[in-house]
């Protein structure tokens, strides 16, 4: 992607030079997300492990997903604010509607 740089430049700029930026096309206020799970994706539904608060165990509950970008997703249903997921692959342990945690 091309970009143009409207203000002045800092004293370290040079040709050829990589930047990091980010690229917003929608925002959403009063929204509800967490870190996207492995194999989330917008607008589904999906089980998903929700830690308990003794972060002893964790239990397969259903959430309701809305936008997501790469990293995180909205929150349509199914977790309330404060609540603690796992995000990484599932797939070894989905079968079970309840896990321990060590």
Do not use: W
Not at 18 to 26: A, K, P
């Amino acid at each position: 992607m091309d970009v143009e740089l409207t203000s002045e430049l800092p004293d370290e700029a040079r040709p050829d030079l990589s930047i990091d930026g980010e690229i917003f096309i929608t925002q959403k206020q009063n929204t509800l997300f967490v870190r996207r799970p492995a194999f989330s994706q917008a607008n589904q539904t999906m089980a998903i492990y929700l830690v308990n608060a003794e972060q002893s165990t964790a239990n397969q509950t259903a959430v309701t997903f809305g936008l997501s970008s790469s990293v995180d997703i909205e929150v349509i249903n199914g977790l309330q604010a404060g609540d603690r997921i796992i995000v990484s692959e599932q797939s070894s342990f989905e079968r079970h509607p309840q896990v321990a945690l060590k």
